[in-house]
């Protein structure tokens, strides 16, 4: 079984920068590949970005491409999404997931962290 935390978010102005960790435990945790998904109110949970249990490869949501970055410390057994030039629209609950393959799918995720808020003001 994998249990997931994820910590970082808050308010913070558009323009401004956030890094959100997610760390992972239990059994066989590091043998997963990890993705961050987002969710307004009144919204479904979206894919944001997803990296391979090695870190070599990673997929991004066309809507954070190039502001955010999703990296792994397999030794730390964490994961982390760094989220440059925020805007209001990046306003969400986001969560960390575990999968057994690569996949951007929220519905095909094994595991999921209580998720963390990240507001984001005009």
């Known amino acids: 079984q994998v249990q997931l935390a994820e910590s970082g978010g808050g308010l913070v102005q558009a323009g401004g920068s956030l890094r959100l960790s997610c760390l992972a435990s239990g059994r066989a945790s590091s043998s997963y590949a990890m993705g961050w998904f987002r969710q307004a109110p009144g919204k479904v949970r979206e894919f944001v970005a997803a990296i391979s249990w090695s870190g070599d490869t990673t997929y991004y949501a066309d809507s954070v491409k190039g502001r955010f970055t999703i990296a792994r410390d397999n030794a730390k057994s964490t994961v982390y999404l760094q989220m440059n030039s925020l805007k209001p629209e990046d306003t969400a609950t986001y969560f960390c997931?575990?999968?057994?393959?690569?996949?951007?799918?929220?519905?095909?995720?094994?595991?999921w962290g209580q998720g963390t808020q990240v507001t984001v003001s005009s």
């Open positions: 997931g575990a999968t057994i393959h690569l996949r951007v799918d929220a519905g095909r995720y094994d595991y």
